[in-house]
């Protein structure tokens, strides 16, 4: 990485001058839609309330629903976190339903479990593991439905787990005052020119949304289908010093810089997907309501491969490892519910009791097993099962006010996480049964937690919180079997603290202080715990590993905000101190050595974070937002792997920035344009991958947006945008897209 870091202290000086030097003038914030965000001590959200403990004074971000439609090209949910401070999603295409990951401040894109998304509520982060492959269930949300998205940043508060402790993230859905009626149609294109491939890879979405109150009942119901090619994600590659391939293949270097062969792609995807949902609330009396949520998601995808190699006569060429073009056929329907009654009188007491399932109800891959182009007739295979795979929550929540200037939160929650994977051979993977079983991976956690959290306003100007989660884990049911090797793991359980602290301190009506500091536990999950395969030779379990210890983190930040005529300005100074954090590492202290999970010692992560927005800038037709991050995530101890030591955390960059303005020319017309920026960083906790303009590399990047809308009628709108507008080619291990274009109609009745 060839930026040298700042010192500490200096940065976080200029951080603070910059923002002193910003404030020239006095004056409450412009009023505005909601989520209106107040400096004091406290944030004012909008009309339907958020899960998050908005009281709690701490980094707290949101975008409204309108917002998103105005600014943001927002094909998926996780869209509207584009240009939030210091979060990214790994999005590799429109419908990218397995590896979207969310990053944050001191967390990577490896690191999935280390971050929490919910939708009013509902758990939807996928903590049957940590990486790529364990995505939050976006397609349960669909865009039109937001009302408002709020972040919560680090594990500040007592309510949520050790996976808090990137960010809690939380989105809060439409229901309904009177009768509406929505719908939405939009199309995408991607001009796409890699390697051996130029090609162009479209889509096309449609949602339809109906709700309606009428006395007590409200509800809500929403269904929409999107058909999406993807770019190609993977290629088939050999190296060079293996001996030079057939006519055709595409010479470069690698992430190591060696050099290489790319010799066709390995999986191109077309996914279509539908979604349904259907939301019901009931007030059981003036200050009591019951609710109930049904969300269906059905996806199917082909993984397609192409081959660059030629013969002698110009014919495409192949192969014959089966692994270098494999063809893929996946069919998941997954169903998720949830239930909750709760009150809201605002006075002395409020409760909540609720509780949610996510099911696999059928999730099914069909892998080909034999080299093209035979595969594409046919032949052997596997196929993935992971029918019966889940999680489950149940919380009872206290709000309790026993004075003017306490406000005391209590809890009992229980999360349950299932992981049920097995994998057959088949004779004919396009449409054969299941025949020998050929691995399974099973078991399952539990996480039991009791909190309480006070939140004391103890003087004018000031407010303090103290809290505590109690946490009780346990794992069980354990097994790893490959083919006849078969390892079934004891069951274990652990204890664990994790105190929680806040100070806030306003200064003046435009100027406010705040401190916090929290511990959090990130327990392994099962994947991590179980999931792998079985050295037939000396029994040992690779990949996974069932004694993993728990990341245990000390998470802080102090931030300074401000407030001017139509401006905020916020700084905020952030540390965190990792001790045996989980990464798949190799163990060079045996012999022979091991490649698995394992735990990393200590990781420390400091750095600073500026975040501003303006309601009127220059001109009342113009407002914008904006972000600066630098972070410095250093190994500090590693006594597996004592190369990484002193190295940077894989895939956090020293610097990333976004920037997104709009402009309103007329009544009807918004003209929104945005900057994103991530710095260099790597893929591997020795740094040894410097070349992340490639395929398996880890890149910077700078990408461009635009998005134009106008309002055609009262009903009626229309919008055109296009992403990375500038053509940006860059690399989290896959490529992202390149220049995407897109257009949507939509109607608002």
């Known amino acids: ?32 839609d909601a989520p209106v965000k107040t400096l004091g001590v406290v944030v004012v959200t909008g009309s339907r309330p958020t899960s998050l403990p908005t009281h709690i004074p701490t980094t707290i971000e949101s975008i409204t629903g309108r917002e998103i439609e105005e600014k943001i090209n927002a094909t998926d949910s996780e869209d509207a976190l584009k240009y939030l401070p210091s979060l ?19 967390s990577g894109t490896g690191n999935s479990a280390r971050s929490l998304v919910y939708a009013d509520g509902i758990l939807l982060s996928n903590l049957l593991g940590n990486g790529a492959s364990f995505a939050p269930r976006w397609g349960l949300v669909t865009p039109e439905e937001i009302e408002r998205v709020d972040v919560l940043y680090g594990p500040f508060s007592a309510a949520y787990p050790g996976n808090s402790v990137g960010a809690v993230v939380d989105y809060v859905t439409r229901m309904p005052r009177a009768f509406e009626a929505h719908a939405k149609a939009g199309v995408f294109a991607q001009p796409f020119d890699l390697y051996g491939t130029h090609d162009t890879y479209s889509g096309r979405q449609a949602s339809a949304s109906l709700g309606n109150r009428d006395g007590e009942w409200s509800w809500w119901f929403n269904l929409s289908r999107l058909d999406s090619q993807s770019q190609p994600l993977v290629f088939a590659t050999r190296l060079a010093s293996e001996g030079p391939p057939s006519a055709g293949a595409v010479p470069g270097l690698n992430r190591f810089n060696q050099p290489w062969y790319i010799l066709g792609t390995s ?22 309501r019951a609710s109930y949520t049904l969300g269906y998601w059905h996806n199917s995808s082909q993984g397609q491969s192409a081959s660059y190699l030629r013969d002698d006569a110009g014919n495409p060429a192949y192969t014959s490892r089966a692994t270098d073009f494999p063809l893929t056929d996946e069919g998941l329907e997954h169903v998720m519910q949830a239930l909750s009654v709760k009150s809201h009188t605002g006075t002395d007491f409020d409760w909540e ?21 035979a595969a594409a007739s046919g032949g052997a295979g596997t196929l993935t099962d992971m029918q019966g795979t889940g999680w489950t929550t149940l919380a009872l929540k206290g709000s309790w006010r026993p004075a003017g200037e306490h406000l005391i939160d209590l809890g009992l929650q229980q999360d349950s ?67 006849p090797l078969a390892v079934a793991h004891p069951e274990r359980a652990e204890h664990h603290v994790s105190p929680k602290a806040a100070l806030a301190h306003e200064l003046a009506d435009d100027w406010v202080l705040k401190a916090s500091l929290g511990r959090a536990v990130r327990m392994p999950t099962v994947s991590e715990l179980y999931q792998g395969s079985i050295n037939a030779i000396t029994g040992a379990l690779m990949n996974g590993d069932p004694d993993l210890r728990p990341e245990k983190s000390w998470t ?30 190799t163990n060079v202290t045996v012999t022979p050595t091991v490649t698995n999970v394992q735990n990393v010692d200590r990781i420390r992560t400091r750095g600073v974070e500026l975040a501003w927005q303006a309601r009127r800038l220059w001109v009342a037709s113009l407002e914008a937002i904006g972000s600066l991050t630098y972070t410095d995530s250093r190994i500090v101890r590693n006594d597996k792997f004592p190369a990484s030591v002193g190295k ?102």
């Not at 790994?90 to 990053?103: C, E, F, Q, T």
């Not at 905020?568 to 540390?575: A, E, N």
């Open 1 to 32: 990485m060839t930026p040298q870091p700042w010192p500490f202290a200096t940065l976080a000086g200029a951080a603070l001058f910059a923002c002193l030097s910003c404030h020239a003038q006095s004056g409450p914030p412009a009023d505005a």
């Open 88 to 106: 990214l999603v790994r999005k590799r295409y429109i419908g990218d339903y397995n590896h979207a990951v969310l990053s944050t401040r001191a």
């Open 267 to 288: 999986s191109q995807y077309h996914t279509v997907q539908d979604h349904a949902k259907a939301k019901f609330a009931y007030d059981l009396s003036d200050t009591l």
């Open 353 to 373: 009791l609720a509780t949610s399932t996510y099911d696999y109800h059928n999730d099914l891959q069909r892998r080909s097993g034999t080299a093209l182009p």
């Open 417 to 483: 996480h299932e992981l049920a994977t097995q994998v057959f051979t088949t004779s004919d993977w396009l449409g054969g049964s299941a025949e020998s079983l050929a691995s399974t991976f099973r078991g399952h956690t539990r996480l039991r937690s009791a909190y309480a959290q006070d939140t004391w306003s103890f003087a004018p100007r000031w407010k303090s919180v103290l809290g505590a989660r109690l946490e009780h884990w346990q794992a069980w049911d354990g097994l790893t079997a490959n083919g």
């Open 556 to 585: 802080g930040e102090l931030s300074a905000e401000w407030a001017w005529d139509d401006q905020q300005l916020r700084s905020t100074l952030f540390f965190e101190r990792t001790q045996d954090a989980l990464y798949s590492q």
């Open 648 to 749: 940077y955390q894989p895939r956090v960059p020293l610097w990333r920035a976004n920037l997104l303005a709009t402009w309103r020319p007329a009544p009807d017309w918004s003209v929104t344009g945005g900057a994103r920026y991530g710095g260099e960083q790597y893929g591997t906790l020795d740094n040894s991958d410097p070349n992340g303009m490639a395929y398996q590399g880890v890149s910077k990047f700078f990408s461009i947006d635009l998005r134009v809308r106008h309002r055609l009628t009262r009903q009626w709108s229309a919008a055109l945008g296009v992403d990375n507008l500038n053509n940006q080619q860059y690399w989290n291990f896959h490529p992202y897209p390149r220049r995407t274009w897109s257009a949507e109609l939509t109607f608002d009745l």
